[in-house]
């Protein structure tokens, strides 16, 4: 086991000598990721972003994050960026959690509260490391996912500003913070029934199932104290970190900074600095995932083979995963849509004989027109291809944005929490999805309940969205709209380049920050 002391003199930094190539008047961001994979993505390319521009970046936390985002580190290292990794072993002892329990896709579920602390415990080590001369310059601001209230106190002693992170979107933010600031729920039993989202000029209607607030709603304590505690450090940022573009939403970009007194820079999509540094296939290998069932290049070779815009492909991202059932109504579904596809079932071999027996007959039948693929599958590469008309999605944030700078119109399936207001962006506000009904949580049920979208509905959603008719062009025009949008945002002179250069400039050693929580 390794106690606390220990921990800071076995931080590791992957850099051959850290302060030789350091800038003394660069703003230097240290970032404290949430190591699931749509947490963790965002906030590294966020910091290459800002490297590029001229910063030092330092990315902290323990090994099992290290090692999933070193590649990518290395990379950017070769090419000349000042980007960091320093890693810190968790105290699994002190903090309760299993040894070894964080070094999965994902922390299981019934070790999340044991490892939020065993982050925490992290504070006093990446205190003591960015006090030394070896990380110099010395920090001048903490990117903090929001999930790490802990960095106010990391912060407040550094004597640095504070910005949190977050890979979603503004509207959703805007609701849970205006359902949470209006007592949306006050007197509502049912967790099922429909509410008006208050301080909104569009009317939007929501349950507590599909927005209960971050970490509401679990009947445990402690969580809610976490929430809580979320809460203040959330107010008490000195501003905001997005992954989006502003021209996505701008209307609730400018209603969250208003809500919240503070500035928010929008950056994104975060992963156009892989598509202007690298192609995209060394991205898949730099991004640290395991490798893909489907090698790259066989899944460009097949949808070289398929007419422009015929395909559509099926992915539920990193968490989540269907039941037997459902895996069989989504095949058949497919099937029956007469389209093309490449579907992702990750961690298929998991599956019951009977499952893995009908994915094999289903694969048989669609040979030619539909590719399985069990594991991972290069999305990025896929999603850009001119072969792909359409995504089936969890409408995950990452997942969302994908969609929209590929110019992609979408069919909405949300699981989860923030997918469900990620959901109605896309399908209320945006125009560019078809959604296949689902209105409670698949995933993280209070109550455990079968819930199965029939094949029939699948068909229909995927029909509605790859077929012809002047609804479903128009779908795609807006969706070609926003890719547009999305790529002038990312170049020189547009909004996200300009919100990464004025992150640079203002945080800048001896820059005057005294604005940094105004609105833009």
Same mark, same amino acid.
């Not at 993280?444 to 008719?469: D, H, L, N, P, T």
């Given at each position: 086991?390794?106690?606390?002391?220990?921990?800071?003199?076995?931080?590791?930094?992957?850099?051959?000598?850290?302060?030789?190539?350091?800038?003394?008047?660069?703003?230097?961001?240290?970032?404290?990721?949430?190591?699931?994979?749509?947490?963790?993505?965002?906030?590294?390319?966020?910091?290459?972003?800002?490297?590029? /521009?001229?910063?030092?970046?330092?990315?902290?936390?323990?090994?099992?994050?290290?090692?999933?985002?070193?590649?990518?580190?290395?990379?950017?290292?070769?090419?000349?960026?000042?980007?960091?990794?320093?890693?810190?072993?968790?105290?699994?002892?002190?903090?309760?959690?299993?040894?070894?329990?964080?070094?999965?896709?994902?922390?299981?579920?019934?070790?999340?509260?044991?490892?939020?602390?065993?982050?925490?415990?992290? !504070?006093?080590?990446?205190?003591?490391?960015?006090?030394?001369?070896?990380?110099?310059?010395?920090?001048?601001?903490?990117?903090?996912?929001?999930? /790490?209230?802990?960095?106010?106190?990391?912060?407040?002693?550094?004597?640095?500003?504070?910005?949190?992170?977050?890979?979603?979107?503004?509207? &959703?933010?805007?609701? /849970?913070?205006?359902?949470?600031?209006?007592?949306?729920?006050? *007197?509502?039993?049912?967790?099922? =029934?429909?509410?008006?989202?208050?301080?909104?000029?569009?009317?939007?209607?929501?349950?507590? =199932?599909?927005?209960?607030?971050?970490?509401?709603?679990?009947?445990?304590?402690?969580?809610?104290?976490?929430?809580?505690?979320?809460?203040?450090?959330?107010?008490?940022?000195?501003?905001?970190?997005?992954?989006?573009?502003?021209?996505?939403?701008?209307?609730?970009?400018?209603?969250?900074?208003?809500?919240?007194?503070?500035?928010?820079?929008?950056?994104?999509?975060?992963?156009?600095?892989?598509?202007? !540094?690298?192609?995209?296939?060394?991205?898949?290998?730099?991004?640290?995932?395991?490798?893909?069932?489907?090698? #790259?290049?066989?899944?460009?070779?097949?949808?070289?083979?398929?007419?422009? *815009?015929?395909?559509?492909?099926?992915?539920?991202?990193?968490?989540?995963?269907?039941?037997?059932?459902?895996?069989?109504?989504?095949?058949?579904?497919?099937?029956?849509? &007469? /389209?093309?596809?490449?579907?992702?079932?990750?961690?298929?071999?998991?599956?019951?004989?009977?499952?893995?027996?009908?994915?094999?007959?289903?694969?048989?039948?669609?040979?030619?027109?539909?590719?399985?693929?069990?594991?991972?599958?290069?999305?990025?590469?896929?999603?850009?291809?001119?072969?792909?008309?359409?995504?089936?999605?969890?409408?995950?944030?990452?997942?969302?944005?994908? =969609?929209?700078?590929?110019?992609?119109?979408?069919?909405?399936?949300?699981?989860?929490?923030?997918?469900?207001?990620?959901?109605?962006?896309?399908?209320?506000?945006? &125009?560019?999805?078809?959604?296949?009904?689902?209105?409670?949580?698949?995933?993280?049920?209070?109550?455990?309940?079968?819930?199965?979208?029939?094949?029939?509905?699948?068909?229909?959603?995927?029909?509605?969205?790859?077929?012809?008719?002047?609804?479903?062009?128009?779908?795609?025009?807006?969706?070609?709209?926003? #890719?547009?949008?999305?790529?002038?945002?990312?170049?020189?002179? *547009?909004?996200?380049?300009?919100?990464?250069?004025?992150?640079?400039?203002?945080?800048?050693? &001896?820059?005057?920050?005294?604005?940094?929580?105004?609105?833009?």
């Amino acid at each position: 086991m390794t106690s606390q002391g220990q921990a800071t003199t076995l931080a590791r930094v992957d850099a051959e000598d850290a302060a030789a190539g350091s800038n003394a008047n660069a703003a230097h961001f240290v970032f404290v990721p949430l190591r699931e994979q749509g947490h963790l993505i965002p906030a590294v390319d966020t910091a290459l972003l800002l490297a590029s /521009h001229g910063a030092v970046c330092t990315i902290v936390g323990p090994p099992s994050t290290a090692a999933l985002v070193r590649p990518t580190v290395d990379s950017a290292q070769r090419s000349g960026l000042q980007v960091r990794l320093a890693e810190f072993p968790l105290d699994y002892a002190a903090s309760g959690l299993p040894e070894g329990a964080d070094a999965g896709d994902s922390i299981p579920p019934m070790h999340m509260w044991s490892y939020y602390r065993a982050m925490a415990l992290l !504070r006093e080590p990446i205190e003591s490391y960015l006090r030394g001369a070896h990380a110099a310059p010395f920090p001048t601001c903490v990117v903090s996912d929001f999930i /790490h209230p802990w960095t106010t106190e990391l912060a407040a002693n550094l004597g640095v500003p504070r910005l949190s992170f977050f890979s979603m979107c503004a509207f &959703g933010l805007l609701c /849970h913070h205006n359902l949470e600031r209006f007592n949306a729920w006050d *007197g509502v039993e049912d967790p099922n =029934a429909p509410v008006v989202v208050p301080g909104l000029e569009r009317r939007f209607v929501v349950t507590r =199932a599909q927005a209960p607030g971050f970490f509401r709603g679990i009947p445990i304590p402690c969580w809610e104290e976490f929430a809580d505690y979320i809460e203040r450090a959330r107010a008490e940022a000195d501003g905001v970190i997005m992954n989006k573009f502003e021209e996505m939403e701008p209307e609730y970009v400018a209603g969250y900074a208003a809500a919240r007194n503070m500035k928010v820079w929008t950056v994104g999509p975060v992963a156009t600095y892989h598509q202007t !540094r690298t192609t995209l296939a060394s991205t898949l290998a730099s991004r640290g995932l395991r490798a893909c069932a489907v090698d #790259a290049d066989e899944c460009i070779r097949w949808l070289d083979g398929q007419a422009p *815009g015929s395909v559509v492909y099926v992915s539920f991202g990193s968490i989540s995963r269907a039941e037997p059932k459902q895996v069989v109504e989504i095949g058949l579904g497919l099937e029956a849509s &007469g /389209h093309p596809f490449i579907w992702v079932l990750r961690n298929a071999g998991d599956y019951d004989e009977a499952t893995r027996a009908f994915l094999g007959e289903l694969e048989a039948r669609v040979a030619g027109r539909g590719l399985l693929v069990r594991g991972w599958a290069p999305q990025l590469l896929v999603l850009s291809h001119d072969a792909v008309g359409g995504f089936v999605t969890h409408c995950g944030w990452n997942s969302t944005l994908e =969609a929209v700078a590929a110019g992609l119109p979408v069919v909405t399936w949300p699981h989860f929490t923030d997918q469900f207001l990620n959901e109605k962006l896309a399908v209320e506000v945006l &125009g560019i999805g078809v959604s296949v009904g689902v209105t409670e949580p698949l995933t993280f049920q209070a109550v455990k309940k079968e819930i199965v979208v029939g094949r029939e509905v699948v068909e229909a959603a995927v029909r509605s969205v790859m077929g012809a008719g002047e609804e479903a062009e128009e779908r795609r025009r807006r969706a070609r709209a926003l #890719a547009a949008k999305a790529k002038a945002a990312a170049e020189v002179g *547009g909004s996200s380049h300009t919100n990464l250069l004025d992150l640079v400039k203002r945080f800048q050693p &001896g820059a005057p920050r005294g604005d940094a929580v105004s609105q833009i």
